[in-house]
């Protein structure tokens, strides 16, 4: 069963925060979220995890729930070229880390 | 660019045949991981180094090899190619001996004829 449950697109306007939601009810103590994005046939690109806290960096903030049942990446300021796919994955200990189906983001003018 | 560099960009070759890819990690990561990447099954963990050392296994043909070497490049070779193995093979690279926090590198587009 996967890990993560993720919308399969989303769109937002070039400026707008473009905010990604990702389900992660069966989440253990000690695994992490993880987002990462593949823009078309380029390398996957990580951008941010998490464990507990929300986090920000230079790219984006992680927002997850109190219950960590569910988190949220958001880009607070999209452009054209955020268009990609993202990844939320839940991960710990040895895994191996696993690209789902991710998100579609297409961000228009 | 994340500083992972893999050469060649692409590849196309015959079935049967044997080819070598190359990935250079970014300065200072002693791991490097490689990926597998087919439009009908989306990305596929390989195999890991670390420091010269294979560290793990994910699910990787036993006509694939890879290794990585002193300079920490590593290669990996596919030999005996099929059409299937028509793909695009990215490596990754880290500092520590396994982390989730890879740093991808532009791939190699590899077409089986």
């Known amino acids: 069963d996967a890990k993560t449950t993720q919308p399969p697109s989303m769109d937002c306007a070039e400026g707008r925060a473009a905010n990604l939601p990702c389900n992660h009810s069966?989440?253990?103590?000690?695994?992490?979220v993880y987002w990462y994005r593949q823009i078309h046939s380029q390398g996957p690109q990580y951008i941010i995890h998490?464990?507990?806290n929300n986090e920000t960096n230079e790219m984006a903030s992680l927002i997850i729930t109190e219950d960590r049942k569910s988190s949220t990446l958001i880009l607070p300021h999209a452009t054209l070229r955020d268009t990609a796919v993202y990844y939320c994955i839940v991960i710990g200990g040895t895994d191996k880390l696993i690209f789902g189906t991710g998100t579609r983001l297409q961000v228009f003018p | 660019d994340s500083g992972v560099t893999q050469t060649p960009k692409h590849l196309i070759t015959a079935t049967g045949q044997r080819v070598t890819l190359r990935c250079s990690p970014r300065s200072g990561d002693l791991s490097v991981y490689w990926y597998q990447q087919s439009l009908d099954q989306g990305l596929q963990f390989l195999i890991h180094y670390y420091n010269g050392e294979e560290r793990a296994k994910g699910n990787i043909l036993e006509r694939f090899s890879a290794q990585q070497f002193p300079d920490l490049h590593s290669e990996l070779n596919l030999s005996s190619l099929e059409l299937g193995d028509s793909a695009l093979y990215f490596c990754?690279?880290?500092?520590?001996?396994?982390?989730?926090?890879?740093?991808f590198g532009p791939g190699t587009r590899l077409t089986v004829t």
């Open positions: 998490g464990l507990k």
């Open positions: 069966t989440i253990s103590g000690n695994e992490y």
């Open positions: 990754a690279s880290s500092v520590a001996g396994w982390s989730y926090e890879q740093y």
